[in-house]
């Protein structure tokens, strides 16, 4: 078993803001864990401009974003990166496990500080009825199809709510030449950032429905067309108000959960309707010396205040070892 | 044209059964299964219980069936490396007057031969069944009955059958059967993959078997689809129960369970609701108010937030019971129809049934010199200990590839199920859990339409969800 000052587990821009700033506050010995082949974590498909404004004072995309913190990480020699590096397992004492090509490892840190971002929630967590066909995608999984991939999921779609990412991913599906039916909205208002209600769909003259919700998808291989109707403030159906939209894709946005099953497995206490960890003082977990930041803190609409807060995670973490000593 | 002694119609558990246990003769075998894969018709949508035999009428052939096909099967899975377990069942009584049809059903339980049969009581419920609603009285507990993954079942019966000879079809839909008594081949089967000649042909077609009977003119029965919705919760509650847990039975359907399934994910269903359309899997909000309300009679701490996903599933019924018969009016073809449940159960035994009307009408069947019981288990990370995952590592790199973080998949086994036969992102699913967790896909579907395309040699735009019609983008952004 191989001992470890410091393991952050995830390289997007938390774990990597987490990971500079324990260097700057003293850590000489950290392994930053990422499952995926690069370092950047969710900023790399996110190829639109908007992100740095706070952190920056400059607007950036966010693979620039991505660079910047990926250059500062990789000049550090004390921080050890290794990728494709996958944790699997994770005790009360902080015991890790984890997987990459060729090898398994169980490292045991002295502190630990879990960077592992989002996922999205899905159709099936809303419970939309009806089958099951090819052509409902999570709102970020379609992104990547796009951005990453090149490849185009549909040609006529409708977008389930209005978080930030189904947003740009409407203008997005515009820009590429498909269709944008309507975006639908249970709620009165977005979830998202007026910038983008505006820039997205607004100019665009995509129909948007608040107070409305889907009610059905249909289609039997691929989807054919979705229900929709509207709802009441106690979000009942509004009886004779149905109407049916043909498409061929329907994308979920619907917000994000945390991803915060490993600290849940080592018997963090994880608040069951957010799946945030249940936490006196940003960053802390009921575990002493067990620290969460970025999106599996809890879901932040920026980047920026990622990083920020992210800042404070390496700093918790280094006076967690000096206490130690 | 390719000529068979036996053509089998028809790839689910039932027909893969009979195509296993049909290989250890010296015959020459054929499957044709419609869909892109095996499994993908009823088979691939139950409850995956291997049920210890109660609740079916002492006197009838699906009662008997399922008791001999429940110890039939652990052979099976031990041949194949297929996981069975072994989790018990509990009939669950709330008052006195279910209390005595407790006792009716154990009675009418032995009569089939039901081993290990007992009546606990409510000391015993909550000590061993500790989220079960305190209300419980009494149940009728049945050790025998266990769980098993439904299509990893058909997979390895199928991989097996296919190593001792028999040819599989797969997209070629039994469209038109010509019938020439005097021939020695007397059947000609057309698909859209060719013709076929058979002596004799096996009807296992499940929700469509009446149409395919239809084709040789034999139409006194039909096949009435009665549909089941099913919701699975976050692997996270695997511990919710520790056994599958049945209210009373009525007389349609067993009710709503709580279920363990092999993979881990408790379920929650089905419903049973009788519909016309033998293609409408969908899911309602009616179905899943019914769930929630049946389970929570048993289990009232179920929570609807840890449902991760849900689907539909279609009996196919034809009255009561099983029709397993060699129809006289044209010798040689052989109905097994109206498997309803427990058909995954009695797999097994309706396959030795099967081999027995082909022997009584006629058809020798002789050992093979050689054949091949075994298969080699498949390996599945999720399932394995620490120091286990570690052996295989050591042994290829690949599994420390991981693919499918919600369900730990590795690209070693992604690419093996893809060797074993998978061609769509479904197929990969039922074998190996990708994309089947709480992200649904989320993270890993770009990185198994890559390996996909890679190994059968196709572009990214012809990867499918569960074969034609179902691809899962719409084209190339820069082919245009
Ligand atoms: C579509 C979209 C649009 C956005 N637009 C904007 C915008 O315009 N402006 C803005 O400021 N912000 C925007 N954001 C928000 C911003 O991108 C996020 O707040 C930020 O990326 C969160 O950082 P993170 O490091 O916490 O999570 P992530 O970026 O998700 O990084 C988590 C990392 O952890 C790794 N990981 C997870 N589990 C494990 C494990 N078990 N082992 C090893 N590694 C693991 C993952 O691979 C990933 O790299 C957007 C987000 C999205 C999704
Ligand atoms: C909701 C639900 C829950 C259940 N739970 C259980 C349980 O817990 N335990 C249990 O024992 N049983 C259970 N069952 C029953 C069990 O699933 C079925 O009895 C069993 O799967 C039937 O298998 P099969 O091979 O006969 O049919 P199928 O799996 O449907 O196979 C028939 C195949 O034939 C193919 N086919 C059809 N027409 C043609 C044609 N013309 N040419 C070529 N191929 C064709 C179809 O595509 C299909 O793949 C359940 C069923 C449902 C619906």
């Not at chain 1, 989002?118 to 967590?125: A, D, G, I, L, V």
């Not at chain 1, 205040?305 to 992210?310: E, G, I, N, T």
């Not at chain 2, 558990?13 to 044709?32: C, D, H, M, N, P």
């Not at chain 2, 290829?396 to 690419?415: H, L, N, P, Q, T």
Request: contains cysteine; aromatic residues 6%; neutral net charge.
């Amino acid at each position: 078993m191989v001992e470890r000052d410091l393991v952050i587990v995830g390289g997007g821009p938390a774990g990597m803001a987490a990971a500079v700033s324990a260097y700057e506050n003293g850590v000489k010995d950290i392994l930053l864990l990422e499952r995926d082949q690069h370092l950047g974590g969710i900023l790399n498909q996110c190829i639109h401009p908007g992100f740095g404004i706070d952190y920056f004072n400059e607007i950036l995309t966010g693979p620039e974003y991505a660079d910047r913190f990926i250059k500062k990480t990789e000049s550090i020699p004390q921080i050890d990166v290794s990728l494709q590096s996958f944790a699997v397992h994770l005790e009360n004492d902080k015991t890790l496990t984890y997987i990459k090509p060729g090898k398994l490892e169980i490292v045991r840190p002295k502190t630990i500080i879990m960077a592992t971002g989002c996922r999205e929630r899905t159709r099936e967590m809303i419970h939309i009825p009806g089958t099951r066909p090819s052509g409902v995608f999570p709102a970020g999984l379609a992104q990547k199809l796009i951005n990453i991939e090149g490849l185009l999921p549909g040609k006529d779609a409708v977008i389930v709510g209005s978080g930030d990412i189904g947003l740009i991913m409407a203008r997005r599906f515009l820009l590429e030449g498909a269709r944008v039916k309507a975006v639908i909205e249970i709620q009165k208002e977005t979830r998202g950032l007026k910038r983008n209600v505006v820039q997205c769909v607004e100019d665009f003259g995509t129909p948007l429905y608040y107070g409305h919700k889907v009610s059905d998808i249909y289609g039997k291989d691929r989807v054919e067309k979705i229900r929709v109707v509207k709802v009441d403030e106690n979000f009942a159906d509004v009886p004779g108000s149905e109407f049916e939209i043909e498409c061929d894709t329907v994308l979920i946005s619907v917000g994000l959960i945390p991803e915060n099953e490993l600290i849940e497995m080592a018997g963090v206490a994880v608040d069951k309707s957010t799946n945030s960890p249940v936490s006196e003082e940003l960053n802390k977990t009921s575990i002493p010396g067990l620290f969460v930041c970025g999106n599996s803190y809890k879901v932040y609409d920026i980047v920026d205040s990622v990083s920020r807060d992210s800042v404070i995670a390496g700093r918790l973490a280094a006076e967690y070892l000096k206490g130690l000593k | 044209m390719i000529k068979y002694d036996v053509l089998i119609i028809g790839g689910g558990v039932t027909g893969a059964a009979i195509a296993r246990e049909l290989s250890q003769y010296k015959l020459t075998v054929g499957l044709l299964e419609k869909e892109e894969e095996l499994a993908f018709g009823v088979s691939k949508s139950n409850s995956g219980i291997i049920h210890p035999g109660t609740q079916n009428p002492p006197d009838s052939l699906k009662g008997r069936l399922c008791v001999e096909g429940n110890r039939l099967v652990r052979e099976i899975c031990k041949e194949l490396g297929v996981h069975f377990k072994e989790v018990g069942e509990l009939i669950v009584a709330f008052n006195d007057e279910e209390t005595s049809r407790l006792l009716k059903l154990k009675e009418e339980g032995e009569l089939l031969g039901v081993p290990d049969l007992k009546i606990v009581d409510s000391h015993w419920l909550r000590k061993n069944e500790p989220n079960l609603n305190d209300k419980a009285v009494a149940a009728l507990y049945a050790p025998t009955a266990g769980i098993i993954s439904p299509y990893r079942l058909v997979y390895d019966l199928a991989e097996n059958a296919a190593k001792n000879g028999v040819e599989f079809h797969i997209s070629a839909k039994a469209e038109t059967i010509a019938y020439s008594p005097d021939e020695e081949h007397r059947f000609i089967v057309n698909t859209p993959k060719g013709a076929f000649n058979a002596r004799y042909i096996i009807n296992a077609a499940g929700l469509f078997a009446d149409n395919v009977s239809k084709m040789v003119g034999v139409d006194d029965f039909t096949i009435h689809p009665r549909k089941g919705e099913e919701f699975l919760l976050d692997k996270k509650r695997e511990h919710i129960t520790k056994h599958l847990l049945f209210p009373l039975p009525t007389k349609t359907s067993k009710g709503i369970l709580v279920i363990k399934t092999a993979d881990g994910n408790p379920m929650i269903g089905p419903t049973a609701e009788d519909v016309d359309d033998k293609d409408d899997l969908s899911t309602s909000n009616e179905g899943l108010a019914k769930v929630l309300e049946g389970v929570k009679k048993m289990l009232p701490t179920v929570n609807e937030n840890d449902i991760i996903a849900y689907f539909a599933g279609l009996r196919p019924a034809s009255g009561h019971d099983f029709i397993i018969r060699h129809e006289d009016k044209v010798p040689g073809f052989v109905n097994v129809v109206g498997i309803q449940s427990p058909g995954l159960t009695s797999a097994p035994a309706i396959a030795l049934m099967v081999l027995d009307i082909l022997k009584n009408n006629g058809l020798p069947l002789k050992k093979k010199f050689v054949f091949h019981k075994h298969r080699r288990r498949s390996e599945h990370l999720f399932e394995d200990p620490v120091s286990r995952i570690k052996n295989l590592i050591d042994m290829d790199a690949a599994y420390g590839d991981i693919i499918c973080r919600c369900e730990m998949v590795s690209e070693k086994e992604v690419s093996d199920a893809i060797d074993r036969g998978a061609t769509t992102l479904d197929g990969i699913k039922f074998r190996t859990r990708a994309q089947a967790g709480r992200c649904h896909g989320g993270f890993c579907t770009t990185r198994l339409m890559k390996i996909l395309a890679e190994k059968t040699g196709k572009p990214l735009t012809s990867v499918t969800k569960r074969g034609c019609g179902s691809e899962i983008v719409k084209k190339d952004r820069v082919d245009g």
